[in-house]
């Protein structure tokens, strides 16, 4: 599983940045980053309306 296309998944099951960087084998940091990039790409700046953005744009499987 890919840090970029898991994220909004893992972050959605309510994990957080260890636990996911953990199950993904990368560090803390790179999660951190991904999310940051994220959540620039939606538009949005706390993870309220990033989960409510991921949810419509149909991010999650």
Known sequence: MRART???ELLNQGLGI????????VSKQTISER???VMRK???????ALFV???ERGLLP
């Open 6 to 8: 898991a994220l909004p």
């Open 18 to 25: 260890g636990e996911i960087a953990r199950r993904l084998g």
């Open 35 to 37: 999310k940051a990039s």
């Open 42 to 48: 939606l538009g949005v700046v706390n993870d309220a």
């Open 53 to 55: 953005a991921i949810a």
